[in-house]
């Protein structure tokens, strides 16, 4: 049988997604094969579309690779941005017809595809599978709530570095460096603030040498203890 490199790469990243030791889950090899042979990879230009609010919920997504920013128009046509996604994440979650938010990508980007149907099919015929996605279902909706509670209890600079920090583990996997893919407008609009406190926060770090900044996108954590202090002020 033919070496298929992309199939590979599907079954890696369907297994990231449903978190660590997924494959000693029963049936979890089984899954991931029928699910793969189901799947289709699709390249997102950078600020283009996955989906638009409104458009029919059919599919799951999951990134292989660059990162997603979910934002939604708000009744009075403003933007509200609530989750920025990378490799490994669940991306469509809805239990209605439609979507209730729009995926954009940042920068190039690829995704699985996956038809909501088939999942569905191929989850009862392996219960185990599928109480392992439902108990990760659970946990993003644990981190929404725990944004919300976040963004009623803190100020806006702490708001910021709390940010920071989530991104120093999720893009710098622990390092103190890394590179933000989003725009300060897209940070603002994540955090419930406006531009200029954003910009304002940055700043204040910066002087402060909390962090250094290169070219509004590179981060660099001086005082990461400070950091973690400042955030649970």
């Known amino acids: 049988m033919a070496f298929d490199k992309n199939k590979i790469l599907i079954k890696t990243s369907l ?6 030791h997924f494959t ?3 049936g979890a090899s089984e899954f991931i094969s029928e699910l793969a042979l189901q799947a289709e990879e699709v390249c997102i230009k950078p600020l283009s579309y996955v989906f638009n609010e409104n458009d029919a919920s059919d599919y799951l997504y999951i990134p292989e690779s660059g990162s997603i920013m979910l934002e939604r128009s708000t ?10 996604l990378f490799t490994g994440n669940l991306l469509g979650l809805s239990e209605h017809a439609n979507y209730n ?3 954009k990508a940042l920068n190039d980007a690829s995704v699985i595809k996956i038809n909501k149907q088939i999942m569905k099919d191929v989850f009862e015929k392996h219960p185990a599978v599928a109480q392992r996605y439902y108990n990760v279902t659970n946990h993003i909706l644990s ?8 963004m009623g209890q803190k100020t806006a600079h702490q708001r910021l570095v709390l940010f920071l920090l989530d991104m120093q583990k999720r893009i710098g996997h622990g390092t103190n460096k890394f590179l933000l893919p989003m725009s300060r ?4 609009d994540y955090l419930g603030m406006s531009l200029e406190t954003a910009s304002r926060g940055f700043s204040k770090l910066k002087t402060d040498q909390l962090i250094n900044i290169v070219n509004n996108y590179q981060i660099t954590m001086l005082q990461k203890d400070k950091l973690c202090e400042y955030a649970e002020l």
């Open 185 to 188: 407008q897209d940070i603002a």
């Open 75 to 84: 009744a009075s046509g403003r933007r509200q941005v609530f989750a920025f």
């Open 24 to 26: 000693e889950v029963d």
């Open 15 to 20: 297994s990231s997604c449903f978190g660590s």
């Open 101 to 103: 938010f729009s995926a």
């Open 143 to 150: 981190l929404v709530l725990d944004q919300l509670f976040i």
